[in-house]
């Protein structure tokens, strides 16, 4: 993570009326476990905590993740895109583990089936 003042980006939170996609990645095994927007006091917050804190859309309110469950997310690396626009947050997961409100380890689950054609067919 980068901790000198005069080195850190400037984040271009409007783009999404205020909010940036944060994306949560497994530090160790480098699975992706979850996604979710932030604003600029969570954003704030994240860095100063050492630990994911979201805005949520719906509830209209900060949340740190894992804040109920115990499956907190603490951050070993944040970095951001080329754009500015996006961060991505390393991370340790503690508690059991189980980053998804349906009880897995990532909340990317669902596989979504291509329909790619065979270029050789063409």
Known sequence: ???AASTQPTLDFSKLDGLVPGIVQDAATGA???TGFLNEESYQMS???GF???????RKKLWM????????LRIVEALTDC???????????????LVCHEGTVSCFTKPIA???????AR
């Open 52 to 58: 994911v804190t979201f805005w949520s859309r719906t």
């Open 32 to 34: 992706v476990l979850m």
């Open 114 to 120: 291509l329909q790619i054609k065979n270029e050789a």
């Open 1 to 3: 993570m980068t901790t």
């Open 83 to 97: 754009d500015t626009d996006t961060l991505l947050f390393r991370v340790v997961v503690e508690g059991d583990g």
């Open 47 to 49: 860095l100063n905590s």
């Open 65 to 72: 993740k894992g804040e109920t469950s115990g499956n907190r």
